[in-house]
């Protein structure tokens, strides 16, 4: 069987219901049983309800949040988070302000959105968080991201916008299907980095991980590891990155893909963690 395979949850681990189905939860325990790692590699923060999935997953593992810009050890508490530049930071803030586009502010452990348009509110709950109206200026810790949430049809708007010294990541969710997040973290910071990082602490060769995704964000690190795999809800960048198809997440395509990550087997080469 394969080492480490990573998970999106989003159109991956849950679908337009924003639950986990129960079959998907069956194969992960019998991954876990037999010895391989699960990460759950995500846009989401390492709070909320994605905790609680990555908790589920591997309690002791490492998980990738936020696009990479939050990489954490559950057991240990261990982060090789990556901090958003302070003057980029203040520079989106009053950009947003100033036209009035929902801008949400991330570290580690909480994050912080200063509108109470019904989007807002709406992705708190698509969280597991209350939602609460504050300053992003009163975060304490070290910010690793921001996130425009915005109607999809300005997501090309946003796209083609300046963004310096910083990469964007958009991506999706079935259970917000008109709506749009993009994550901006540190130049060069994304999944794939990520999960360069992940699979070295275990030792483990990018040939030997499967990333297990269905968007845009999870293209670049579906091209880097060797067993790249597409829900069959994925967008069209995903299904070509892809080595395998399986079932949409709807149909449960997850469980799929880790009985198929349990027949695969490793290259044989071992990496010094």
Known sequence: MLGLTCIDVDGT????????LPAVWDAAELA???GMHLCLSTGRPAFGKARAYAERLDPQGWHIFQNGASIVNLESGESLSEPLPQESLLELIEKSRRLGRILEVYTDSEYTVDSDQPLAVEHAALLGVPYVRRD????????VRVQWVVPIEQTGEVLAEAHDGLSLHPAGSPAMPDTMFISVTR????????VQSVASRY?????????V?????????????GHPVAMGNAVPAAL?????TVGSVDEAGLAEALRLAL?????????SG
């Open 136 to 143: 992003p200026l009163s975060l304490k810790g070290q910010v």
């Open 187 to 194: 130049a060069g910071v994304g999944k794939a980095s990520a």
């Open 13 to 20: 681990l849950v679908g337009s219901s924003n639950e986990v």
């Open 32 to 34: 876990v049983a037999a």
């Open 213 to 225: 995704g269905d968007g845009e964000n999870d293209v670049g690190v579906m091209r880097e590891v």
């Open 263 to 271: 027949r695969l087997e490793r290259t044989g080469v071992t990496l």
């Open 203 to 211: 030792g483990l060769p990018l040939a030997d991980v499967m990333m």
């Open 240 to 244: 070509a990155a892809a080595r395998y």
